[in-house]
């Protein structure tokens, strides 16, 4: 790690996600008293990333706030200003906002448990502990909170579900990796193949991004109140760096239906004459265990990839390009596609000229997985299939997941049982990033909950999907559905499902700042 | 097939009576979708005319004039104009008069203009108020509104009677499909090439090949030496301009944001209207025009099949200029959310924008013509969502089908078409469906 990566001010959730404290808990705060909350605040050591490399954690607590928190605490609206326009709005700022996230229909905000209104969280304090010493923690720092003008609208609890989320998926498998120790100049030629390290820009603001610019932060004049307690930021002399070292934390409470998941994989598989499992597994693009549907390609190196993660890391879909093998709609597909800058990697500057232009895309045509068969001469234009450039460069769109599991745990067999009641149960989901609207706003929009991604039609994520009929009349005659998944290599009559029921709702939300430890107390000192 | 042609006209709207036309043109939108604009409205039935692919009525009123204040030079006002724009099927004159004589809802309309004359005639009058955009492009050159319809209507029904088809047999099962389907829907003939579009197109294709070579091969001793001093010189001023040329911040306005989201994500395809000053001075203007030129042709006559370079997703776009070239706007039309849109934009051609956009005055700085630019992310958001204007009315024929969609309806129908198809052909096309 550079030396000029001060990780004394980074929280750790940047770093880790604690994994073995397996217990945690999130308090959701509202400030009552401005004055109080700020000098308790001030006071609060959240655990930073050196901490990490020095000890053994017993527990750590992370803070984050919201726009409306910042403006509850009494910083100055014109500071407020300086982030960035998606966290000042905030996730439920625009009916645009929510229609593009998915959040319509069931997801709506009005129906949230928490993110709106009174209910919009200001304070967010993420504790971790061994999961005995979790219940006395959350005491311990909800008393002293509320003892300190915040008010606490929701503890929410986690369960530790063995890394399994509540369908019964292995979960958190694939994450990007970031280039602490800044080696890596991104838009190389290098980048033409994907890439899995990314620039600390594109988690932490102030630094370097994948375009090679830093990442947009909020800046203080050297003149303006306490400057000098931030960190310098890059440019013009003497400005002072507010969101360096900080991050932007989605958090989105998303409730799962494990009965109904499982129910309609039941009725569904029989209908497809498939099995329940493989056809859960479909829709994921993993097996419950977490191996990928594709096959492996042997020497295949990804930066990035940490050699101990190669058994569920280490593919592309490059080999895959008609979804035969894993349907172009599952969910890691849309998660991360895993393209790369070009869209059929690097093959020397004539065809990279050729690509750049738009007049070929397929070149490298050997799938491995693929029965689908193919005209061979797919190479040079106009034989060219634009549906294989149709996803955007990954590296542009990642997002850093830290989220825990909660609600009671059942397995396939109980789901399936009809006298069980409903688990309640779901995924807390966390995720940081530098630029909401590029990063978890556009997987979100332009590839979780689009029905058009990937030139597919009339499907979304078939796990997170609101299924929400779209365009709606007067624009079209009818409304377009959205609640289809196909998967191809099945007998071409059975391999389109239609009526998938929506199996994810959301709870609750809010876009958070998760502020460097110097920034931190900037803002306590306002 | 039938080509495709568009109509712009620009005329200028007294700025008082800029926010009366701004309401009488939202009349014409559908209830709750600020901009959309229902087919059927009473001023303007788009609807009615099957060969218009897509049709807006934008007030040209820009916010930007402002930035003008680091050179003096430029007048610090300019007009604001009405901009009509049809891209059709067939030829747009005869489109626009027969319109101008159908309409009568497009005269209260330009009534509004300036030099409005009840007297005149009116397809004339527009006529004469037509502009020629510097570049344009068409997504699929020659494919029909008529065709995008009713080759959607065929996957439609092949998409429902796939699952009722009894056999696996390739063979089979498409003669199943085809007797299911047939019938139920009109495939329209598509008729051949008409042969003087032909030519011209031809002739506009090989001229500047022909100019070229006619140099290289009978002056090359003029033609080289002349080439190689353009391009150092054009070169050297090129790169003292952009790192000379004053820096313009582009700030974010929230609410000028929002009010243009307003008009957007109605439907899966979305409208932009962009639009700025020219920096001044004949250099800019004239790389500009060149840039544009080439882009035109490289649109008209090899970017034919789905893609502006790597980008798919764009139906139809223009770039005008207007106000004696001071001016320029840009109008497409995007499948997508806005933020997607500009996101595959920057990845995939942000050479293409840094060419064809960044003599604009504010736009950010660029290294050598293509570098830079565009790739300053942030300030390139900026910029761009702060010269983009809203869409009054905006027209879409098909709406909930994206220009990939229409290419690989087109794919369904031409198997569906086929005397015969070995097996192989079989699976790929049903895997289309």
Redesign the interface.
Known sequence: MRLDVDTADIQALAWTAFGPLTGASYLLLRVENPEAARRWLGALKPTSVADISSACLAEATQVAITAAGLTALGVEKEVIDRFSPEFVEGMTGSPNRSHRLGDIGANAPESWEWGVGEREPHVLLMLFAEPDRMSELEAKTRSAAEASGLRAIAALGTTDMGGVEPFGFLDGVSQPAFDWDRARTPGTKADRKYTNLLALGEILLGYYNEYGFPADSPRVAAHERNADLLPIAAGPAGARDLGRNGSYLVFRQLGQDVRGFWRWTHEEAARGGTDLKSLAETMVGRRMNGAPLIDFETGLSIPGVDPSDRDVNGFLFDSDPDGLACPLGAHIRRANPRTADSPAGEDGPIDHLLVMLGLTTRRLRNPTSSTLPWEKNTTVWPYLRREDDAVASSRFHRILRRGREYGEQIDVSQALDPARPDPKAGLHFLCLNSNINRQFEFVQGAWIANAKFASLTGEQDPLIGNRQPFPLPPVCQTPQPTDGFTRPGAEPQRRRSVGVPQFITVKGGAYFFMPGLRALKWIASA | MIPQDSFIVVAEVPKDRVAPLRSLLATMT??D?PG?A?PMNALLPFGVFDTIHFGRLVLLEDNTLGDRAVYPELPKDEPTHLCFMVDCDGDATALLSRMARECNGLRQIFAYCADYDANADFAEWLKRRRVKPAASYVNWVGRSVTQAREEARLRELL?DA????SS?DPQQ?LAELRSAVGGRVTLTPIPPTPSDWRMRNLGHFLAPIVIAAVCLVFFPLMTIPLLIIALIVVTIELRRRELSDPIVVNG?D?EW??KL??G?????TNQYTAMGSIKPGKFRLGLELVILAVIDWAARH??T????????TIHFAHWTLIDGKRRAFFCSNY???H??YM??FI???A?GLNLSFSSAIAYPQTDWLIKKGA????EFKRFQRRHQIPTDVWYKAY??L?A??L??NARIRNGFEKAAMDD?EI??W??EI
């Open positions: 559908l209830p979708c959309a229902d998409r796939l699952p009722k088809a696996n099962m974010y929230p944001v929002d989201r307003l957007e994500d109605h439907d899966v090899i970017l099949r789905g893609g502006l370079g790597r980008i798919g499948d997508g959310f933020e997607a996101d595959d990845n995939k051609a050479f790739w300053r992310e942030m709406p909930g994206t990939r969609d290419a690989r192989d699976r790929r049903i895997a």
